[in-house]
C-alpha cells in the first residue's frame, strides 16, 4: 500500500495533532470531525486543530473536518510499528525447481510492509555477483516468500538476507548461506495407507506414494518410516528404500500409528517433514464356533 503525501504518521501510544487543512478553517471557527475508519466517531473543535492522546493501531484512517455542511478536507492518519527482525529461510522442493526463501512474521504486517530478498551468488567467475528480488506476502500461509531462480546441477553457494520496511522503520535478517543441492527439501509421502493382512496377526503393510512436488522421472527418494502403538509415545524407525513395506512385529490387536518422511536418494539434501499419521491394526482371528452348537437351528 502507498502512503499519501499528506499522511500523518505515528507510533502506537503518541499525542497526534490533526490540522484541518484549507483557509476556512483557520482562526476559532467551530470545525466538526468525522472518523472514517473502523469505528464512527465525531469530534467538535474550536479552531483546526484535533488532539488524539496515545493513538493506536485501529485509529488508523481518514479523519474529515467539516465547516458547517461543508467538507474542508482530509486528514489520513496511520498508526504503526517497526517491522520485527525477520528470520529468513530457504529451500527447494526438488533439485530441478527454484529455492523458496520464506520468513513467517509472528504477528500480521501492517498493510505498508514491503520485503526485498539481497542475493549474491558465490562462484569462481564473479565472486561477488548480486542481485534484489522482490518478495510477496501471503495471507494463507502468513509468510513473505520469494523465488531464487537455481538451474539444475548448479552447484553454487548463495547467500541471502531479507530487509523489511514499513512507514516507520526497517530491520534486516542475517545473513543465510546455502549450497544449490544441500537446502532440497521434499513434501513429506502422500496416500499413506496401514492395511491388515489376512491371516497375520502381528503383520501390517504400509504403502504410500512421492509427493506431487517431486519429479520422480529424474531423482529418487528414500525413506524413514517410524511406527508405535497409539497408547506408546516411543516409535521404531526403519530406512526404506521402496514405497511399500511390511511391518512383522506389530502388537497384536493393537492399533499403530504410522508415519513416512523422504529425503534424496544421494544425500544432498534435507529430510522433509513427518506425514500425517495414519493408522491401522493387524489382522484379528475371528471367534471360532464352539463344537456341538448349530449355526442354523430348526424349530
Avoid at 57 to 74: A, E, P, Q, R
Amino acid at each position: 500500500m502507498e502512503v499519501a503525501n499528506d499522511t500523518v504518521i505515528s507510533l502506537p501510544r503518541a499525542t497526534v495533532t490533526l490540522v484541518c487543512p484549507g483557509k476556512e478553517a483557520e482562526g476559532n471557527a467551530t470545525i466538526h470531525w468525522v472518523y472514517s475508519g473502523s469505528q464512527y466517531r465525531r469530534w467538535t473543535t474550536t479552531g483546526n486543530s484535533l488532539l488524539l492522546r496515545a493513538v493506536q493501531l485501529n485509529d488508523t484512517g481518514n479523519y474529515s473536518c467539516f465547516l458547517g455542511d461543508h467538507l474542508v478536507g482530509t486528514v489520513p492518519l496511520l498508526v504503526d510499528v517497526p517491522p520485527e527482525q525477520p528470520k529468513l529461510s530457504c529451500s527447494r522442493k526438488n533439485p530441478l525447481v527454484s529455492a523458496t526463501c520464506e520468513w513467517f512474521p509472528s504477528s500480521t504486517p501492517s498493510p505498508t510492509t514491503k520485503a526485498v530478498l539481497f542475493v549474491k551468488k558465490i562462484n569462481t567467475t564473479n565472486p561477488k555477483s548480486g542481485f534484489q528480488l522482490p518478495c510477496q506476502y501471503s495471507q494463507k500461509s502468513r509468510s513473505f516468500s520469494c523465488q531464487v531462480e537455481i538451474l539444475e546441477g548448479d552447484r553454487n553457494y548463495h547467500v541471502v538476507s531479507l530487509c523489511v520496511a514499513n512507514s516507520v522503520g526497517s530491520r534486516s535478517s542475517s545473513n543465510v548461506a546455502f549450497h544449490s543441492l544441500k537446502i532440497v527439501r521434499p513434501d513429506p509421502p502422500v496416500n499413506l495407507v496401514v492395511s491388515a493382512i489376512p491371516g497375520r496377526p502381528r503383520w501390517l503393510k504400509v504403502s504410500w506414494q512421492d509427493p506431487e512436488s517431486w519429479d520422480s522421472r529424474y531423482y529418487m527418494l528414500k525413506f524413514e518410516l517410524r511406527y508405535r502403538p497409539v497408547w506408546s509415545k516411543t516409535f521404531t524407525v526403519w530406512l526404506v528404500a521402496q514405497h511399500q513395506c511390511i511391518i512383522h512385529d506389530a502388537l497384536r490387536g493393537v492399533k499403530h500409528a504410522v508415519q513416512l518422511r523422504g529425503k534424496e536418494d544421494l544425500e544432498t539434501g534435507q529430510w522433509s517433514e513427518w506425514s500425517a499419521e495414519a493408522t491401522g491394526t493387524p489382522w484379528i482371528e475371528p471367534p471360532s464356533t464352539p463344537t456341538g452348537i448349530l449355526e442354523n437351528p430348526t424349530q
